[in-house]
């Protein structure tokens, strides 16, 4: 038995946006390289290893113990051993990658609550002249 899903204009918007956002260029690429990642799962091993130890350093710095050379020589092993990886450094550039997209869908989201209206490029760039894409004027 289907159902049907009343939809509403802001619904429809965001499917638009999803679809939009299959349609970049390099969406096929993006997700080429995360689902790369996903599959291997020696990296996904090593990633999970480099951010436990690093939030295990980070604990032991904010609670103001000592981080002996050991303990910073096996997490720059793992980094080290990581960043090698040519699986695993895609995988963290699409990463940024789609961060970026969220990132920038999210603010543009929450300047038109703020101002109550679509937001313009000088309210995108808070009255700086930086773009959203790291370009900025002389």
């Given amino acids: 038995m289907e159902t049907t899903v009343q939809s509403s204009p802001v619904d429809e918007k965001i499917r638009d946006l999803c679809q939009a956002i299959m349609e970049r ?3 096929s690429d993006l997700r080429r390289r995360i689902d790369a990642f996903m599959a291997d799962e020696k990296v ?4 999970q290893m480099l951010n436990d130890s690093g939030a295990i350093l980070q604990q032991k710095q904010q609670n103001g113990m000592e981080i ?3 303990e910073i020589g096996r997490f720059e092993a793992l980094r080290e051993s990581f960043t090698k990886n040519p699986v695993a450094t895609e995988f963290m550039d699409a990463q940024q990658e789609v961060s970026r997209i969220q990132d920038g869908i999210l603010k543009h989201v929450q300047k038109t609550l703020e101002l109550g ?3 313009t490029v000088d309210d995108m760039n808070d009255g700086s002249c930086c773009n959203s894409h790291g370009g900025c004027c002389s």
């Fill in 117 to 119: 209206r679509v937001p």
């Fill in 25 to 27: 260029p390099d969406f």
């Fill in 68 to 70: 002996s050379e050991e």
């Fill in 44 to 47: 996904k091993y090593e990633y």
